[in-house]
């Protein structure tokens, strides 16, 4: 999706114009992929953009930078104060949040250790991911070729550069064979998740979602949608998912800060039918959560102005 450009990104403390925002061509995370980053929304609300789970996002930003040994030269409230201040400047109701954690200019090789840990934020207005048809009627999920990788390979819970090449394949894949999401299971053949997104189905008219120990990302809409579960009284489980359970699901959707909460209408061209009743109700508390029109999870939100 092309981006809309704002004036500033926030590079190590200075904000730099848009176009001047760059690094050099030998920056080592560009050719091994060593760098953690994260994916945020903001959402209009009746008192001005407020970023949804900004806190839980920085943490996951500083979790995922301890696993790969990067120190991250700013505090987790400077990293959210360097971003509220990019939305007032930008002047932004609605926007899409990137922060970056990579490997500056100076070192080469595959030892990353010596390499100046660098942080850049970007923001820019950015539509929905899967497209308002698959908010509202659901999308056509594949279950790709393509393996997860496993916490093993590339540790499963941080958000690594690297490790989008995994997602992308499966993607990619997916688009190809003219669906719409992957669905990629785990080296042991259980459903780990979406390309970007978390999945979960009903089952029995129970909430089930695969445990991180299937591989998953601790996704935070994951989270946010759990908690939202147990105000609405929906029984939630964790559980191992087999890909034949995603054919005969009574209900299934993805969840990502991306992608928000998505229906999912067919798996491998098995129709799960028109988005069920749980799905409808998980994914209107999450955009009144997210417009600020619930005030029992007000704490989600960090407003942009104060
Ligand atoms: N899994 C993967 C692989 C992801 O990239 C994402 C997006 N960050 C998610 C799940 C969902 O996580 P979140 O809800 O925190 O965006």
Not at 6 to 35: Q, R, S
Not at 210 to 236: C, H, K, N, Y
Request: charged share 20%; with cysteine; glycine share 10%.
């Amino acid at each position: 999706m092309p981006i809309t450009t704002v004036p500033k990104i926030w590079m190590d403390g200075e904000f730099v114009d848009w176009n001047d925002a760059t690094v050099h061509i030998l920056t080592p995370t560009l050719h091994y992929g060593w760098g953690v980053f994260e994916g945020i929304r903001a959402y209009a609300t009746p008192q001005g953009p407020a970023v949804f789970q900004h806190r839980a996002h920085m943490e996951r930003l500083h979790r995922s930078a301890k696993i790969l040994q990067m120190d991250v030269p700013y505090s987790v409230d400077e990293l959210m104060s360097a971003t509220r201040e990019l939305i007032r400047g930008a002047e932004l109701d609605a926007c899409y949040i990137r922060p970056l954690v990579y490997l500056g200019y100076g070192e080469m090789g595959l030892n990353p250790l010596p390499s100046k840990v660098r942080v850049a934020i970007a923001v820019w207005p950015w539509g929905t991911y899967l497209g308002d048809e698959g908010i509202t009627n659901g999308v056509r999920a594949k279950t790709s070729t393509w393996v997860r990788i496993g916490a093993n390979m590339i540790p499963t819970g941080t958000k690594a550069c690297g490790v989008y090449i995994n997602s992308s394949l499966a993607k990619v894949e997916a688009l190809q064979a003219g669906y719409d999401e992957a669905i990629l299971l785990n080296e042991h053949g259980s459903v780990a998740e979406g390309s970007g997104e978390n999945i979960f189905v009903v089952r029995d008219g129970t909430l089930l979602t695969p445990p991180l120990t299937a591989g998953v990302l601790r996704g935070i809409t994951r989270d946010s949608v759990i908690e939202f579960a147990a105000d609405l009284g929906i029984p939630f489980a964790e559980s191992d998912l087999l890909r034949h359970d995603m054919y005969v699901a009574q209900e299934a959707f993805y969840t990502g800060t991306a992608a928000e909460v998505v229906p999912i209408r067919s798996v491998d061209d098995r129709e799960l039918g028109p988005p069920g009743p749980i799905t409808r109700r998980l994914q209107e508390m999450f955009f009144a959560v997210v417009a600020g029109k619930e005030p029992r999870f007000a704490h989600m939100l960090d407003h942009v102005h104060e």
